[in-house]
């Protein structure tokens, strides 16, 4: 059975940091392209970052230079460092494992296609 479990999230000041992490289990791990998504209150599933097998990275603009996403093939974990939080980076935080390529945008997280984990909850304040 796969599962994919989150932690990590919690309440910050702006320009804090926080390090998400997802401890992945039932699948190949070392040979999967992870990604982090965030969904605000009203907002769409948003694309933050992804890693590969390679591991190639990929973050979305609104957090590139601010967030890092990494791996750990020994712990089956992947990571989402976040630097120099903002007030809009509030939101549930998910991992996922999607075995095909990650969309930008989707309207709702957790999809219906892939591995999701349950999210976490980031809140930013000033």
């Known amino acids: 059975e796969v599962q994919l479990a989150e932690s990590g999230g919690g309440s910050v000041q702006a320009g804090e940091s926080l390090r998400l992490s997802c401890r992945a289990s039932g699948f190949s791990f070392d040979e999967a392209t992870m990604g982090w998504y965030r969904q605000a209150p009203g907002d769409e599933c948003n694309l933050v970052a992804t890693v590969s097998d390679g591991p190639n990275t990929y973050a979305a603009d609104s957090v590139k230079g601010r967030f890092t996403t990494s791996r750990d093939n020994v712990k089956n974990t992947v990571y989402l460092k976040m630097n120099s939080l903002k007030i809009e980076d509030t939101a549930v935080y998910y991992c996922?494992?999607?075995?095909?390529?990650?969309?930008?945008?989707?309207?709702?997280?957790?999809?219906?296609?892939?591995?999701w984990g349950h999210g976490t909850q980031v809140t930013v304040s000033s």
């Open positions: 996922a494992w999607l075995r095909g390529a990650f969309r930008v945008v989707i309207p709702d997280c957790p999809d219906s296609f892939g591995y």
